[in-house]
């Protein structure tokens, strides 16, 4: 009998699971139960639960004929409904992007079971050209791991590839030292969108990731303690087949948190605000919704040109935070805390880039401390 139930999984959240006993492989003579964890909703869980109970009723749960060989988008369809259900919308969409553009059309129609390393290489020797290519080879894996897991295969042709060699691409920049940041607010100063000059300004100065600072509304702006509460993202989905914005929650539970902001930050946001009459502090030209994620990418792009800047994306400016936070001194779990990171790791990873000023006083600081 199945024992289906709810559960909290490590972030606090929770999900549902279920156990079932399948019966005995005679494959093996051994009496066989599986596991599926992860459903979002009850109601979630009971549809997989029937599906795999009417395998189990018919006598195809241990089907091996040629029927059951399926192809690796066959299992990609149902490797997807367990992975969808442990990620964001907005995340869910870039992988199934991923699998269109890249995965299904090289691996998408061959069958599992005759899938073997050396096709494995060959497919993913064609991704070499793009930077996400242990990205793609992870899914395809992970694609593979879920066909090992319901035997429909015995081994994965994906542990044994060699991952090409990426090739580098041109350097870009991924943050501004302190004179480009000065030089990049000097330049909006006198630019007369306010709205515009207000958020740019904002995700410098605070570090927020732009889903974050679209989500935010006028109530999570403390004007008396120079806060602003961040528990909301802006984020992507594809309904119907067309792709939507829609509001989700923080994107880990660190992400939950309450950002400290400048004075002539905040300034620019009151400054704003007497212009604007929704609920949201950054909103559209009707004044009655969420301003488009792509808005910030256009009008730092504009400022950038004013400040006569190299380009650097929205994110950049979250990088240009973290990067002037390590400057100034602030420790790895001061940056982790401000900027939200769920992992220390992460901080360290992308944040542990010094700015010239820093690394050209290293020969002065060390000669100031010995002193002789």
Avoid: C
């Avoid at 005995?24 to 549809?47: C, L, S, Y």
């Avoid at 050209?129 to 295969?153: C, P, R």
């Avoid at 509001?247 to 002539?264: C, E, Y």
């Avoid at 992992?343 to 050209?360: G, K, P, V, W």
């Amino acid at each position: 009998m199945a024992q289906l139930r709810k559960y909290t999984k490590s972030n606090g959240s929770t999900a549902w699971m279920f156990k079932i006993y399948l019966g005995v492989d005679p494959n093996t003579g051994k009496e066989k139960h599986t596991t599926k964890r992860g459903f979002r909703t009850q109601k979630d869980a009971k549809i997989a639960l029937k599906r795999l109970e009417a395998k189990v009723a018919d006598g195809t749960i241990f089907n091996t004929t040629d029927d059951q060989n399926y192809s690796f988008k066959d299992v990609w369809i149902e490797w997807r409904e367990g992975y969808k259900q442990s990620v964001s919308e907005s995340t869910l969409l870039k992988t199934d992007r991923m699998f269109k553009l890249h995965i299904l059309p090289i691996f998408g129609d061959y069958k599992v079971k005759s899938l073997d390393t050396a096709t494995a290489q060959s497919g993913v020797n064609n991704w070499s050209e793009y930077v996400s290519s242990n990205k793609m080879i992870g899914y395809a894996k992970s694609v593979m791991n879920y066909a090992l897991t319901e035997e429909y295969v015995i081994r994965n042709p994906f542990d044994l590839i060699v991952k090409p060699k990426v090739e580098p691409l041109k350097k870009e920049k991924k943050f501004y030292e302190t004179d480009e940041l000065k030089k990049l607010m000097s330049a909006i100063d006198d630019w007369d969108h306010l709205q515009a000059r207000a958020l740019i300004r904002l995700i410098a100065f605070t570090g927020l990731r732009r889903g974050e600072a679209l989500a935010l509304t006028w109530d999570d702006l403390d004007e008396k303690n120079k806060t602003l509460m961040v528990n909301k993202a802006l984020g992507r989905k594809e309904r119907e087949g067309k792709t939507e914005i829609y509001l989700k929650g923080p994107k880990n539970k660190a992400s939950n948190r309450i950002a400290s902001v400048d004075q002539k930050t905040m300034d620019m946001l009151l400054e704003w605000k007497e212009f604007n009459e929704s609920k949201w502090i950054f909103t559209n030209e009707r004044n009655d919704g969420w301003l488009t994620l792509s808005k910030p990418v256009k009008w730092l792009k504009i400022a950038e040109k004013k400040a006569g800047l190299p380009y650097l994306d929205v994110h950049g400016l979250r990088h240009t935070h973290a990067s002037l936070l390590f400057e100034a001194g602030a420790s790895v779990k001061e940056v982790q805390a401000r900027l939200g990171h769920g992992q220390a790791s992460t901080t360290m990873e992308i944040y542990t880039h010094i700015t010239n000023a820093s690394r050209d006083s290293f020969a002065e600081k060390f000669s100031d401390h010995v002193d002789f």
